[in-house]
């Protein structure tokens, strides 16, 4: 599997990016993607998930309502658009794919997840 991540870029607080993750190769019938981000200094953090089919999906509490993880019918590749961006928003989005189906309580640990992204820059000011 790769991942190619685009979308990001610098917008203003309160404004909205769609990123996109476009998966090639083989992702079998129990795979999971995620987004995570890392800003500066900190570490890499869970965002949200989406489950194989797009049924299922679960979100970080920093940004439940403002975020939302979608997958399009094809299933090669899944969008994180996000609304109403803060400061705290900022930083390097990295899609990843895990082979495993995640349980609620583990999905946001990136030690799930085999396959990264190279990233996009998020910048909200």
């Known amino acids: 599997v790769q991942l190619v991540e685009s979308g990001g870029g610098s917008v203003q607080v309160g404004g909205s990016l769609r990123l996109t993750c476009v998966a090639t190769g083989s992702t079998g019938s129990s795979n999971c993607i995620g987004w995570f981000r890392q800003a500066p200094g900190k570490e890499r953090e869970g965002v949200a998930i989406i489950y194989p089919g797009g049924g299922s999906t679960y979100y970080a509490d920093s940004v439940k309502g403002r975020f939302t993880i979608s997958q399009d019918s094809a299933k090669t590749t899944v969008y994180l658009k996000m609304k109403s961006l803060k400061p705290e928003d900022t930083g390097i989005y990295y899609c990843?794919?895990?082979?495993?189906?995640?349980?609620?309580?583990?999905?946001?640990?990136?030690?799930?997840?085999?396959?990264w992204g190279q990233g996009t820059q998020v910048t909200v000011s």
């Open positions: 990843a794919h895990s082979p495993w189906w995640l349980r609620e309580d583990v999905w946001y640990n990136r030690v799930h997840y085999q396959t």
